[in-house]
């Protein structure tokens, strides 16, 4: 496969709205990604407002004896762990967990509408520029993150950013199927997606390592300097996304009497008992969902506290930066590993990597000692990270029946969000009950495990025939891009099944 073929520009050359979509990757990463530097950061002024600042991994120590900073051989003699609390009552290690998971379900009490107003409006456009004026405006207010202000940064990211990310992403994948006209345009677009997304992930972390040791810049620094950049960065790339993208039409109209918001959800349940009925094969892929896409959106915030916190790594850029690095790759060779073990396979192997990364944590890179072999981590979980998602999208279009694909997408990214609260939330209990990070992140692996279960129990040569019989109601690729483009649907959707 070349290398315009990996990245999609045959399929951008042919219909420009490819083109939006893969540049919206390029603009969503690094609005994505710099979390990884703020997510460190505020874990470092959590530690600070706590107390705790002689924590292990801690930037700036202090002694609150003789009310000054600590000099490097007091922090460094502290052998206790924090037992200081921030928002009346967590340790500062279950900050960002406890974050995560009060934006998850703010996400799954909201992400339904956005799939009603692609469903029953004109707006799906909309939703994905105002989705990203949102994102950008959240990242923007977290430049100026700083001692006084971080806490205003935690509910920003929680209450704004991370529900901008999930409307975005939500409605600029409903294109996807629209754009593409068969289903090895599909596997071709979800690869070259992710491949997007990790590249610029990729780029955008050495980018903002590379200036912060020329600057001199320590994590906090570092978190100021990221933001700035993902916000100047995504706009050269967004914009080709407001030029490119079509608008939409409604694709069915709203029930009478009904709100989108309650719209959202009905539609939810109607397509649930859709698909519980006539593609059950399809369903086991959404409940699996629900546990592994948990467990992946937790990997990164566990990671920043166990190295942080556990590992005594001051600044977990290096090790972040190279499950960057491997999820590159990871994605790229998503469609060879479909094609050589299957969809099925493939993605039973993509969660047994993530499996056994997360034991690894438990069993062995549990401790200052053993922190130099981190970089297997940085390996297995960018693997299974690079190569999860375009893997998983296939598997499901590859149950979900044809001609509602926008629709599908909406129920999986629900899905897929629904739980993610959990993980977060279990680790936060477990950690401030036990005082164990490493017990607290087995709730990681064990959220795999559900899912892989599941995947297990799916008959794909069933699902694949249920597939196969709704072929006459396949979309046709319409329009040219641009902003008048429009595209018709074949056949009635979900609608017609309930």
Known sequence: MGLREVLGLELAKKNPECRAVLFDAAARAQLFISILSLGTALLQYANIEAGCTAVKGSEIAWNETEGRLQTDEEADAVDKDCEGKVFGGLSPSSTLTTMSSIANVII???????????????????????????????????IFTSESTWMISVVVQAALCSVCYMFHQASILSYLSEVVDDEEGLKHINASLRVWELGFMLAFTILAFILSKIMGFGVLSQATLAQALACL?????????????????????????????????????????????????????????????????????????????????????????LIMVVTVPGAAMAPTAQKLLGLK?????????????????????????????VFVLGLLYGIGIGSSYPIQRTLFLALAPYG?????????????????????????????????????????????AMGLLIILSIDLDKGAKEHEATKHLKHKVGGTGGSTAKVGVEGGGGEEGT
Not at 409 to 437: D, H, K, R, V
Request: neutral net charge.
């Open 108 to 142: 799954a009490l909201t992400l339904p509408t956005c799939g009603a107003i692609i469903d029953y409006s004109s707006l799906r456009k909309k939703v994905v520029l105002y989705s990203f004026y949102g994102l950008w405006v959240g990242n923007f207010i977290q």
């Open 404 to 448: 509602q694909e926008a629709e599908m997408f909406g129920i999986w990214q629900c899905c897929c969000i629904i739980l993610q609260w959990a993980p977060g939330l279990i680790f936060t209990y477990i950690n401030e009950m036990t005082g164990s990070i490493i017990s607290a992140i087995c709730v990681i692996p064990a959220f795999h």
């Open 345 to 373: 396979f493939s993605m039973i192997l993509v969660l047994s990597i993530n499996i056994l990364a997360s034991l690894l944590i438990i069993f062995w890179i549990n401790s200052p000692k053993s922190a130099k072999y």
């Open 233 to 321: 960065g995504s706009i050269p790339f967004f914009w080709i996304v407001i030029k490119d993208l079509g608008e939409r039409e409604a694709k069915q109209e709203c029930p009478k009497e009904q709100s989108l918001f309650i719209a959202g959800f009905t539609k939810i349940l109607k397509t649930y008992r859709y698909l519980s009925a006539d593609f059950p094969e399809c369903r086991k892929m959404l409940i699996a969902a629900m546990f592994f896409e948990s467990g992946n959106a937790n990997i990164v915030n566990a990671s920043i506290v166990l190295i942080t916190n556990v590992l005594e790594v001051e600044n977990p850029t290096m090790i972040l930066l």
